[in-house]
C-alpha cells in the first residue's frame, strides 16, 4: 500500500530526476546516429522513441538528409515498417520501400528526402520497449547484408541501454517505489501525476549545476529567503 | 550470432535414407493448420490465396488474461504477416493457414497479446505456429516459457525467428522452439544446422521476395522471413509423417541439413 506521503516523495522524485539526468544524452544519442550513418555511408539515420501512450513513434534524433525536418515527427505504431518493428521486436530490411502501399511517401516529401531503403531495428531493453533506430539507404559494411544487420543489432543495444537509462530519470521517483516493492513497476502509461512547478525548480537545478559559484551563492540566498518568506506568511 | 561460414558439420541421425523425398517429397501440408501470430494475412494476396481462418487479439486490461478474442477476416496492417504466410504456402501449398493477429494500434499490453496469441493457436488445434514477434521483457520470460511447453507436449511445432539485436529474447530463446536465423539463398529446400544454439536453424532470409500489401511483392531480409520458411518446411514434413513430435522433427530437419554430413 503506497501512502500518501510516499507519493508525494514519488512526485518529488520523478520531478528532480530530469536533473540528474546525465549531462549530454542529446548529444550522446545524436552521437549515436551521426556514427552509424557514417559507418554505413548512409543517407540518413534516425532514432525515434515510442510515445507515453505507446501508440506513435517520436523522432528524436536524426543525422542525414532531411534531418531538420524529421525530428519532432510522429508515425502511428499501428501501420508500417517502423510500427512492426517495434511491436514485433524483431529488425527489417526493405530493399526499395517505394513498392510498399503503406510507404509514406508524403512524410518523406516533406522532409526533401525519399529513400529507396530502410534498415529498421528495435531499441528494446529487458525493461521496455524504447523505440526504433533506422537506417535509410545505407551502404554495406561487412559486404553482407546477414553481417551488416547483426552489427547494427549490437549498435541499437547500446543505443537502447542509453536511452533506457535516460527514461528511467525521466520518472525517477516512480521507479524507486517499484524497485522497494511498494508499487507496481510503472509502465508509460500508469505514471503518479506529475508536479509542473517541481519539475521547473529541478530543471533550474539542473541549470546551476553548469554554473559558476557566484551564481550559485546568490540562488542559495534567493531559495533561503522564499522558504524564510514562506514559513512567515499566512 | 548465426554465421553460415562458421558452423562447421553435424552428424545426422543414423537413419537408413535420410533424404528429403523421404521427409517430404510429394507432400504438400494438406490437413496441417499453421498459425501466422503476425501483423494479419491478406488472405486474397495471389501468392497466399485463401486463409482457413483468422482471429484478432486485442488488449483487454480487464478481461481474462488481458485479452479479447476477435474472430473474423481482418486486413493485415503491415504487410509482413501476408509475407510469412506467402511464404509458408510456397513450400506448403494446400496447408490450413491461420491468420492471428497480434499487432494493434498500441504497444500497451504488448506481451499479453502476444501470449493471448499463442493461447489461441494451442487452443485451437494448429498444428505449427510461426513466431515473427518476440519480447525482451524479464517479467514475460515465465509465462511465455509455460505457453511454450505447453505446446511443446501437446505436439506443437513452435518456429521462432530470432533477434539481430544482442540480449534477451522470448520465446526464440526457449529450446523447447525451432529457433531460425536468415542466411543467404533462395533455395526453399536448402537450410543449415547450427550445432551451437540457441540458434538452430538458419535459412533463407536476406533479399527474399515476399508477398506485401495490396496484392504486391517486396525485397526483404530478415530472419522473421526465415523462420517461416522453416515453418512451411515443416508443415509439409507433418502433412506426409502426422504426428511427429517436435524433438523428432529438430532430429529430421538436423538430418536433412545442408551442413549435414
Same mark, same amino acid.
Given at each position: 500500500?503506497?501512502?500518501?506521503?510516499?507519493?508525494?516523495?514519488?512526485?518529488?522524485?520523478?520531478?528532480?530526476?530530469?536533473?540528474?539526468?546525465?549531462?549530454?544524452?542529446?548529444?550522446?544519442?545524436?552521437?549515436?546516429?551521426?556514427?552509424?550513418?557514417?559507418?554505413? =555511408?548512409?543517407? !540518413?539515420?534516425? $532514432? @525515434?522513441?515510442? *510515445?507515453? /501512450?505507446?501508440?506513435?513513434?517520436?523522432?528524436? +534524433?536524426? %543525422?542525414?538528409?532531411?534531418?531538420?525536418?524529421?525530428?519532432?515527427?510522429?508515425?502511428?505504431?499501428?501501420?508500417?515498417?517502423?510500427?512492426?518493428?517495434?511491436? =514485433?521486436?524483431? !529488425?527489417?530490411? $526493405? @530493399?526499395?520501400? *517505394?513498392? /510498399?502501399?503503406?510507404?509514406?511517401?508524403?512524410? +518523406?516529401? %516533406?522532409?526533401?528526402?525519399?529513400?529507396?531503403s530502410i534498415v529498421a531495428l528495435p531499441l528494446e531493453t529487458e525493461r521496455m520497449v524504447v523505440g526504433v533506430l533506422e537506417v535509410l539507404d545505407a551502404g554495406s559494411v561487412t559486404g553482407d547484408t546477414a553481417r551488416d544487420l547483426h552489427l547494427l543489432g549490437i549498435l541499437a543495444a547500446q543505443a537502447a541501454l542509453a536511452l533506457e537509462g535516460s527514461l528511467v530519470f525521466g520518472r525517477l521517483g516512480a521507479?524507486?517505489?517499484?524497485?522497494?516493492?511498494?508499487?507496481?513497476?510503472?509502465?508509460?502509461?500508469?505514471?503518479?501525476?506529475?508536479?509542473?512547478?517541481?519539475?521547473?525548480?529541478?530543471?533550474?537545478?539542473?541549470?546551476?549545476?553548469?554554473?559558476?559559484?557566484?551564481?550559485?551563492?546568490?540562488?542559495?540566498?534567493?531559495?533561503?529567503?522564499?522558504?524564510?518568506?514562506?514559513?512567515?506568511?499566512? | 550470432?548465426?554465421?553460415?561460414?562458421?558452423?562447421?558439420?553435424?552428424?545426422?541421425?543414423?537413419?537408413?535414407?535420410?533424404?528429403?523425398?523421404?521427409?517430404?517429397?510429394?507432400?504438400?501440408?494438406?490437413?496441417?493448420?499453421?498459425?501466422?501470430?503476425?501483423?494479419?494475412?491478406?488472405?486474397?494476396?495471389?501468392?497466399?490465396?485463401?486463409?482457413?481462418?483468422?482471429?484478432?487479439?486485442?488488449?483487454?486490461?480487464?478481461?481474462?488474461?488481458?485479452?479479447?478474442?476477435?474472430?473474423?477476416?481482418?486486413?493485415?496492417?503491415?504487410?509482413?504477416?501476408?509475407?510469412?504466410?506467402?511464404?509458408?504456402?510456397?513450400?506448403?501449398?494446400?496447408?490450413?493457414?491461420?491468420?492471428?493477429?497480434?499487432?494493434?494500434?498500441?504497444l500497451r499490453g504488448r506481451a499479453a497479446v502476444f501470449a493471448g496469441g499463442l493461447r489461441w493457436a494451442i487452443d485451437n488445434g494448429m498444428h505449427v505456429l510461426n513466431l515473427s514477434l518476440s519480447t525482451g521483457k524479464s517479467e514475460w520470460f515465465g509465462p511465455l516459457h509455460e505457453l511454450a511447453d505447453e505446446a511443446y507436449f501437446r505436439n506443437i511445432i513452435l518456429v521462432s525467428a530470432v533477434n539481430n539485436?544482442?540480449?534477451?529474447?522470448?520465446?526464440?530463446?526457449?529450446?523447447?522452439?525451432?529457433?531460425?536465423?536468415?542466411?543467404?539463398?533462395?533455395?526453399?529446400?536448402?537450410?543449415?544446422?547450427?550445432?551451437?544454439?540457441?540458434?538452430?536453424?538458419?535459412?533463407?532470409?536476406?533479399?527474399?521476395?515476399?508477398?506485401?500489401?495490396?496484392?504486391?511483392?517486396?525485397?526483404?531480409?530478415?530472419?522473421?522471413?526465415?523462420?517461416?520458411?522453416?515453418?512451411?518446411?515443416?508443415?509439409?514434413?507433418?502433412?506426409?509423417?502426422?504426428?511427429?513430435?517436435?524433438?523428432?522433427?529438430?532430429?529430421?530437419?538436423?538430418?536433412?541439413?545442408?551442413?549435414?554430413?
Open positions: 500500500m503506497v501512502t500518501e506521503q510516499q507519493n508525494d516523495l514519488a512526485r518529488l522524485g520523478d520531478a528532480v530526476g530530469p536533473a540528474l539526468r546525465p549531462v549530454g544524452h542529446q548529444a550522446l544519442l545524436t552521437g549515436i546516429v551521426e556514427r552509424i550513418r557514417e559507418l554505413f =555511408s548512409a543517407a !540518413a539515420c534516425s $532514432v @525515434a522513441l515510442l *510515445s507515453d /501512450d505507446e501508440t506513435e513513434l517520436v523522432f528524436e +534524433a536524426t %543525422s542525414g538528409a532531411g534531418a531538420d525536418a524529421v525530428i519532432g515527427q510522429r508515425i502511428g505504431v499501428n501501420r508500417g515498417i517502423a510500427g512492426w518493428v517495434a511491436g =514485433s521486436g524483431q !529488425a527489417i530490411v $526493405v @530493399a526499395d520501400v *517505394s513498392q /510498399d502501399p503503406r510507404f509514406d511517401r508524403e512524410l +518523406a516529401e %516533406s522532409t526533401g528526402y525519399v529513400p529507396r521507479e524507486l517505489l517499484a524497485a522497494t516493492g511498494l508499487a507496481e513497476r510503472p509502465d508509460r502509461t500508469r505514471r503518479p501525476p506529475g508536479d509542473p512547478e517541481l519539475a521547473a525548480i529541478a530543471g533550474a537545478f539542473q541549470r546551476l549545476a553548469s554554473a559558476g559559484p557566484a551564481q550559485r551563492r546568490l540562488a542559495v540566498r534567493v531559495l533561503e529567503a522564499v522558504c524564510d518568506f514562506g514559513a512567515t506568511s499566512p | 550470432m548465426f554465421d553460415p561460414d562458421t558452423l562447421g558439420r553435424t552428424a545426422p541421425l543414423p537413419l537408413a535414407e535420410p533424404t528429403k523425398e523421404w521427409a517430404w517429397g510429394n507432400a504438400d501440408g494438406a490437413g496441417v493448420k499453421v498459425a501466422v501470430i503476425d501483423s494479419g494475412v491478406d488472405a486474397d494476396h495471389p501468392l497466399v490465396h485463401g486463409l482457413a481462418g483468422a482471429v484478432v487479439v486485442e488488449f483487454e486490461p480487464d478481461a481474462e488474461n488481458q485479452v479479447r478474442y476477435v474472430p473474423g477476416p481482418h486486413e493485415d496492417l503491415v504487410g509482413h504477416g501476408t509475407a510469412c504466410a506467402g511464404i509458408i504456402r510456397r513450400v506448403a501449398p494446400r496447408a490450413e493457414i491461420y491468420s492471428v493477429r497480434v499487432l494493434g494500434a498500441t539485436v544482442p540480449g534477451p529474447s522470448y520465446p526464440s530463446l526457449y529450446s523447447s522452439v525451432l529457433s531460425v536465423a536468415a542466411h543467404p539463398g533462395s533455395d526453399p529446400w536448402a537450410f543449415d544446422y547450427n550445432p551451437a544454439p540457441p540458434v538452430e536453424f538458419g535459412a533463407p532470409g536476406v533479399d527474399v521476395e515476399v508477398a506485401w500489401l495490396n496484392g504486391s511483392n517486396l525485397e526483404v531480409t530478415g530472419n522473421s522471413f526465415a523462420a517461416s520458411h522453416i515453418a512451411g518446411l515443416v508443415t509439409r514434413l507433418l502433412s506426409k509423417h502426422r504426428g511427429l513430435t517436435p524433438f523428432q522433427v529438430k532430429a529430421v530437419l538436423q538430418a536433412m541439413a545442408s551442413n549435414a554430413r
